[in-house]
């Protein structure tokens, strides 16, 4: 499978504040790569993917870079908003079988 | 094009009643997975469903169960509720199965009491 692992939240920040949340990958080959979002009472959206390493997924102002040498697929954003205030997901695969877990939830203060 | 629907949006039931939850998805997407969202557990993986067949199952008892119609519309059912039940339950379409590409529904809020 290709597991992944992110960080644990939750991540509080200021308004205008630089954002990163941490996910490294364990694969056999290079699988595609995505970010989810979901905002308070509503389900999980799309925010960015890349399908190939170096590729860069970028959505909102937000980015993230497939890195092969570091296996990683960090999100970053470079002034992050209260709407921005969500859980962030970096799902992985067991099995076949999706693996998202808990998410890292962002909380931004004005 | 409309999102993925799910009904009802809220339910009450009491332990040891049934539940039916209904997800329409994406028109021509034909896999439907179903999530169990909690504080505890985060997004746990209940079952896809890929031309009426199941494809793929997490790890949860028998009591979750669901179906694909030929139109792709799914249903999930929970048989002998349990307190622990209550939760986000999250459908999500897809073009193909395995698919990490997924659109999801604004889910159905279940309380169990």
């Known amino acids: 499978g290709d597991s992944v692992t992110q960080m644990e939240g939750p991540v509080t920040l200021s308004e205008e504040a630089f954002l990163t949340i941490n996910c490294t990958y364990t694969a056999t080959g290079y699988p595609s790569l995505f970010w989810y979002v979901q905002y308070p009472g509503e389900g999980l959206q799309l925010l960015l993917k890349?399908?190939?390493?170096?590729d860069k997924g970028s959505n909102k102002g937000f980015e993230a870079t497939y890195r092969k040498e570091t296996t990683s697929f960090h999100l970053e954003k470079g002034s992050v908003q209260v709407s921005d205030s969500a859980v962030y997901f970096c799902?992985?695969?067991?099995?076949?079988?999706?693996?998202f877990g808990r998410g890292t939830s962002l909380i931004v203060h004005p | 094009k409309a999102g993925v629907t799910q009904t009802p949006r809220y339910l009450i039931k009491t332990r040891g009643q049934q539940v039916t939850l209904s997800c329409s998805p994406i028109?021509?997407?034909?896999?439907v997975s179903w999530y169990q969202q909690t504080p505890g557990q985060g997004l746990q993986f209940l079952f896809e469903?890929?031309?009426?067949?199941?494809?793929n199952k997490g790890n949860f008892p028998g009591r979750f169960s669901g179906r694909q119609f030929s139109n792709s519309r799914s249903e999930m059912n929970v048989s002998t509720l349990e307190l622990g039940d209550s939760a986000l339950y999250l459908c999500a379409s897809s073009l193909t199965p395995f698919d990490n590409e997924q659109f999801f529904g604004p889910g159905t809020r279940l309380t169990v009491l």
């Open positions: 799902p992985g695969k067991r099995s076949y079988i999706p693996t």
């Open positions: 469903y890929f031309s009426e067949t199941q494809r």
């Open positions: 028109s021509g997407h034909r896999s």
């Open positions: 890349a399908t190939k390493a170096d």
